[in-house]
DNA sequence: TACGGCCTCACATCATTATGCGACAGCGCC
DNA sequence: GGCGCTGTCGCATAATGATGTGAGGCCGTA
């Protein structure tokens, strides 16, 4: 399963943290470090040119900063993930960097191991981000939500049945079902069995759709 | 000089995950588990009365689910923080949690020693959550604004893509896909493999989940 | 022209689902 | 007490899905 080198690009000004980043990364199976920039002056054309999956970007640069270079990526090449690098977390930075696409953000102190981690996650289709990090990311977010409860349309399924069909809503396998809920195997199958008939599918993808549509979750 | 215990609450149906998580939590110094209940029925008469500091919430319930329960505790005691705990990590569910006010948002698989670690951190203001999560509460963002790049990427996937994940939402199977559309079933594979990969999901049911939700239809 | 993305197809292997046939216990009901 | 329904569990088999590897053609763009 092991596709290409992750190409890794690196924008920091400062000197010795950036040959420090290109030997944590150029030593590491895996990854191809494919720059390390002082700046983003030239980010247009770096990225083309350099072809990176990921970006580490420092935010705080001389001329265009982290955030305006972190756009100017979004701009032009979006799947490239950009991950944001800072000594503090403050609450500004983070709203500018979330709003302009950041797809992960990381103090200079976080250690080599977890910035590896970091982007291995993050060409996973994960978000790294400090705990302190997140906590702002999540204050930055609007409370007010309509909230829509309903509990009609029984559709003659069992409490139980219901249950079940809701975990294979969230994607569950029946072995997840059975762990999660502390039954057999063979029970999960033989409510599953039920719902088929009830709802008048053959699959699961079936039942899915129907659950959803339908509202039954 | 001892500041006191982090008083700890847990909401979790399944019976085996909340007793290994009573063990986990009782027997770690610094905690204090106040109580292990399996189910929100009373939770606004459980919080004032066990006073927790830190709340672990299983997302998936009978009854009242996490969300509801959450929606509850912060009504009317904001202050205590509570971390979702779910096994999925679809994207409504996220939405609702933060906009709920979740403080933390893990997967039940977490290893034990990262939970401790989670409950610390929420103790200390940050928000513990996987990388996984913390992109889908950043793609709730409003995307890059001033310049119009964004033509609506329905997540990338080509139109054929699109194509077959819409009759996979149907509730059409492989073979009956490429009958449907006169291609081979290893080419059916083949796309849907590809969409598994975009989507960042491993089965029709979540991929069909995703879809409905995300209004890839 | 070379490269990357998309669409097509093949083959192989393992994991999971779909389905049928039973079975037993608890519960509410007449 | 019998009856029906729900929830639990087992076994067996066939069908389907998940995943890896590889490959050729078409097309647009660098």
Redesign the pocket.
């Known amino acids: ?2 596709t290409a080198d992750t190409r890794v690009l690196i924008y920091e000004d400062n000197p010795d943290l950036r040959l420090s980043l290109s030997h944590l990364l150029g030593g590491t199976p895996g990854l191809e470090l494919v720059g390390a920039l002082g700046n983003c002056q030239q980010v247009e054309t770096d990225i ?1 040119r350099l072809k990176p999956d990921v970006v580490l970007m420092d935010i705080d640069m001389p001329g265009i900063n982290g955030i305006e270079g972190l756009k100017r990526i979004k701009a032009n090449s979006p799947k490239v993930s950009v991950v944001m690098l800072t000594v503090f977390e403050d609450n500004d930075r983070v709203f500018q960097a979330v709003c302009a696409g950041a797809d992960g953000y990381l103090l200079k102190k976080t250690p080599p191991a977890k910035l590896l981690d970091a982007i291995g996650e993050v060409r996973a289709g994960g978000a790294p981000m400090t705990p302190a990090i997140a906590r702002q990311v999540l204050r930055l977010f609007p409370k007010p939500v309509a909230p829509r409860q309903q509990e009609d349309s029984p559709a003659n399924l ?4 219901q249950e079940i069909l809701g975990l294979l809503v969230e994607g569950y ?3 997840m079902i059975a762990h999660d809920r502390g ?2 195997l ?2 999960v ?5 039920k719902i ?1 008939e009830k709802l008048h599918v ?3 993808t079936e039942a899915v759709s129907k659950a959803l549509r339908q509202g039954l979750t």
Request: proline share 4%.
């Open positions: 399963m092991e083309p069992s409490a139980r049945e396998s029946y072995k039954i057999s063979d029970t199958r033989s409510h599953i069995k088929y053959r699959s699961m």
